[in-house]
Antibody
Framework: EVQLAESGGGLVQPGGSLRLSCAAS????????MTWVRQAPGKGLEWVAN????????YYVDSVKGRFTISRDNAKNSLYLQMNSLRAEDTAVYYC????????????WGQGTLVTVSS | DIQMTQSPSSVSASVGDRVTITCRAS??????LAWYQQKPGKAPKLLIY???NLRGGVPSRFSGSGSGTDFTLTISSLQPEDFATYYC?????????FGGGTKVEIK
């Protein structure tokens, strides 16, 4: 059974940094693209970033480019999101998911971790 | 960027009703369209991929159709567990984008 478990969320001041982690199990992590998707309170879903199987290819939504960095450690079956220069509008539940690079959909999702940016 | 527009934003329906949700892309995306179901406080769940393929374990009352710019998610006979918010997502190109969501509520 595929399991994805996010951690690292919390309260941070504007301009601060936070690193999210996602621990994966139940599938061959190194064979999959991975992704972060976020959801602001009461709002819809927003794709944030993707990373390919070996970490050599990355894509970001414009609003986080230059501030967020997606990375992975295949030896640890872990995905990360380093978030710097955080803004109030980054407040959201952040989900990790595996991404089917052939069909482009997000197949399995974690339970999410809440990031709150506020002074 | 490809914009995804869902309609309606909400629908009230009764158990047993047929419910149809539409999703329109701002440019052609072939069949690169997925549908998700999300219940309050839970992560989204993939229902349909590449426009009409049902994910394993998803009840057959869910179906998807369309290609190009216009797509439809149909629930043939609404069940109590289907009351949720549904999102479409284009998978044609980065940035990957979602529709605004359709909340299916109890009438």
């Amino acid at each position: 059974e595929v399991q994805l478990a996010e951690s690292g969320g919390g309260l941070v001041q504007p301009g601060g940094s936070l690193r999210l982690s996602c621990a994966a199990s139940g599938f061959t992590f190194s064979n999959y693209w991975m992704t972060w998707v976020r959801q602001a309170p009461g709002k819809g879903l927003e794709w944030v970033a993707n990373i390919n199987e070996d970490g050599s290819d990355k894509y970001y939504v414009d609003s986080v480019k230059g501030r967020f960095t997606i990375s992975r450690d295949n030896a640890k079956n872990s995905l990360y999101l380093q978030m710097n220069s955080l803004r109030a509008e980054d407040t959201a539940v952040y989900y990790c998911a595996d991404w089917n690079s052939s069909s482009g959909d997000f197949q399995d999702w974690g339970q999410g971790t809440l990031v709150t940016v506020s002074s | 960027d490809i914009q995804m527009t869902q309609s309606p934003s909400s629908v009230s329906a009764s158990v047993g009703d047929r419910v149809t949700i539409t999703c329109r892309a701002s440019q052609g995306i072939s069949s690169y369209l997925a549908w998700y179901q999300q219940k309050p406080g839970k992560a989204p769940k993939l229902l349909i991929y590449t426009a009409f393929n049902l994910r394993g374990g998803v009840p057959s009352r869910f179906s998807g159709s369309g290609s190009g710019t216009d797509f439809t998610l149909t629930i043939s006979s609404l069940q109590p567990e289907d009351f949720a918010t549904y999102y479409c997502q284009q998978a044609k190109s980065f940035p990957l984008t979602f529709g605004g969501g359709t909340k299916v509520e109890i009438k």
